[in-house]
């Protein structure tokens, strides 16, 4: 059971980056599944996160209108879309699914390795 972040990158400000989520051993579409970040000396928060059921997304403030995700179940992945990338964006980050939205939330669900994405200005 994993998940494979794809690697994240150098960004301007007002661009775009997607980043993928991979899973093996279990089946993606089943999952709830939350993106998180944490910028250098910060704690961890919440980017967005998709109910299993009913998909729907809760988006954090910071990136509501600007972040999407989306999934490929043929492909066993979900994707985060990042538009309008600002400064305050650069972090480190993660992808985290579980079959519960609480364990997700919780942090306790399964994690993909971080990945570092820059916003420069």
């Known amino acids: 059971v994993q998940l494979q972040a794809s690697r994240g990158g150098l960004v301007e400000v007002g661009g775009s980056l997607r980043l993928s989520c991979a899973a093996s051993g279990f089946a993606l579409r089943y999952y709830n599944i939350g993106w998180f970040r944490q910028a250098p000396g910060q704690a961890r928060e919440e980017v967005l996160c998709?109910?299993?059921?009913?998909?729907?997304?809760h988006y954090s403030d910071a990136v509501k209108g600007r972040f999407a995700m989306t999934r490929d179940n043929a492909q066993n992945v979900a994707f985060l879309e990042m538009n309008d990338l600002r400064p305050e964006d650069t972090a480190v980050y993660y992808c985290s699914a579980s079959q519960t939205m609480g364990t997700v939330l919780r942090g306790s669900g399964v994690w993909g390795q971080g990945t570092l994405v820059t916003v420069s200005s």
């Open positions: 998709q109910s299993s059921g009913d998909r729907r997304i």
